[in-house]
């Protein structure tokens, strides 16, 4: 079973994220990868599917944003384990209970391994991955990894989401761009989408240059 994406306007591009897969969602240093992960993991949650979140940042309050942002959604008791960590070196041990894997902040959980380490550890998680039917989202931050580093994250993806946002005539522009996806598709273009810290839309229409 795959993971439906749900945000409108996206799901003519991704409609669904794969079973197995591993997938890089990057942005700058703004809250949109972090809420669109959060989103990715309620979604799971709410098809039955367990989730394991890893954050670089207070579990608690992680809890709170999920718990508000659900709503009145029913979810079973332990639908999701929430791990708190500073830094990473093995990832498969995340990946062992199926369902999916969210990690937020990987770019700076990341930050000390050496791109040969990174690689390794990014090939274990991908084995481990099809092994247990487990779908990885990694949400990382644009320019935190180092050249060849960022290289081995975007090879290794089956998936890669960018989120992109710069300052216009007419106040911020915000476009996301595919350039990497698991059935060879890729979309070669800036699509305009809204974000204002509830929900993201994304329109097909708004071309931005």
Not at 45 to 60: A, I, K, L, N, Y
Not at 147 to 157: C, G, K, M, N, Y
Request: charged letters at 25%; a negative charge; glycine letters at 8%.
């Amino acid at each position: 079973m795959n993971i439906p994406v749900e945000v409108p306007g996206l799901v003519t591009i991704i409609p669904e994220l794969g079973e197995g897969k591993l997938v890089v969602v990057e942005s700058g240093a703004d809250t949109v990868k972090s809420f669109f992960v959060r989103r990715l993991c309620l979604t799971a949650g709410r098809v039955g599917w367990p989730v394991t979140f890893v954050t670089s940042r207070d579990r608690d309050e992680l809890q709170g944003q999920l718990t508000h942002e659900r709503g009145t959604d029913a979810f079973s008791d332990r639908w999701i384990q929430i791990h708190e960590r500073d830094s990473l070196e093995e990832l498969e041990e995340f990946a062992e209970s199926g369902g999916l894997l969210a990690i937020d902040s990987f770019s700076f959980l990341t930050l000390d391994l050496a791109p040969n380490a990174l690689a390794q550890s990014l090939r274990t998680l991908r084995t481990h991955c099809r092994h247990r039917g487990t779908t990885a989202v990694l949400a990382t931050e644009r320019g935190m990894f180092d050249p060849r580093s960022e290289a081995v994250v975007t090879h290794l993806a089956d998936g890669f989401l960018q989120f992109h946002s710069r300052e216009g005539p007419e106040g911020i522009q915000r476009f996301l761009r595919v350039p990497k996806w698991m059935d060879g598709r890729f979309v070669d273009r800036n699509v305009y989408y809204e974000f204002d810290g509830k929900r993201i839309a994304v329109d097909l229409r708004n071309r931005v240059l």
